[in-house]
Structure formats: structure tokens, C-alpha cells
């Protein structure tokens, strides 16, 4: 059974830091999988936030550009998400994505809260 479990958000002051992680259990192939992290504010769409591929490569929303960093470690299998300078439009509830050619499995979600 894959699991994505998600962890470390909380509450935070603007401009402050905190670090997501997803531990991924279950896929053999963990390098194997793009790994991406989403988010969805309150009344809003769920957006794509950052994403690392196979090869380590990095794309931002520019929203996030120069304040998120996305990292993977392959052998720990868990996927981090550094987020600086946190504004109170970073609030969201933040989701960990494990993408391959043939599946997509989601984690359960981090609550994330900025206060301005």
C-alpha cells in the first residue's frame, strides 16, 4: 500500500520559516517518481506549488519563486519543501504528489497558516 504522509506545518508569523516534509512508503521505485508539492487555499483551486523530477531539475510558481525550495532525498525517500519569508497568502493546506507514467498517489495533506 503506498502512503504519503506528510508533515511540519503549523502556525507561523509573516516572514517567517518552516519546512514541509513527505515520507513516501510503499513504492519500490521512489526515484523513479516525480515529486510534486500542491496546495489549496480556502475557496480556491488546488495549484501547483513546486516540482522536482527525476533528475533533481526544479520548477516554482512564481509566486513561491526565491522564497520555496523543493528538495528530495532518494535513499530516505522524502520529499521537503523549505518555505521562507512566508506571506499570509502562502495559507493553504499543503499536498505532497508522487507522479510516475502510470500513477499519481497524493498525501493527505499539512494544514499551513500564516499570520499577518
Do not use: H
Not at 516525480?34 to 475557496?43: L, T
Not at 493546506?93 to 495533506?109: D, H, K, T
Request: glycine share 12%; charged share 15%.
Amino acid at each position: 500500500q503506498v502512503q504519503l504522509v506528510e508533515s511540519g506545518g503549523g502556525l507561523v508569523q509573516t516572514g517567517g520559516s518552516l519546512r514541509l516534509s513527505c515520507a513516501v512508503s510503499g513504492i519500490n521505485s521512489f526515484s523513479g517518481y516525480a515529486m510534486n508539492w500542491y496546495r489549496q487555499a480556502p475557496g480556491k483551486q488546488r495549484e501547483l506549488v513546486a516540482t522536482i523530477t527525476i533528475g533533481g531539475s526544479t520548477t516554482y510558481v512564481d509566486s513561491v519563486k526565491g522564497r520555496f525550495t523543493i528538495s528530495r532525498d532518494n535513499a530516505k525517500k522524502t520529499v521537503y519543501l523549505q518555505m521562507n519569508s512566508l506571506k499570509p497568502e502562502d495559507l493553504a493546506v499543503y499536498y505532497c504528489n508522487a507522479l510516475s507514467r502510470s500513477y499519481s498517489y497524493w498525501g493527505q495533506g499539512t494544514q499551513v497558516t500564516v499570520s499577518s
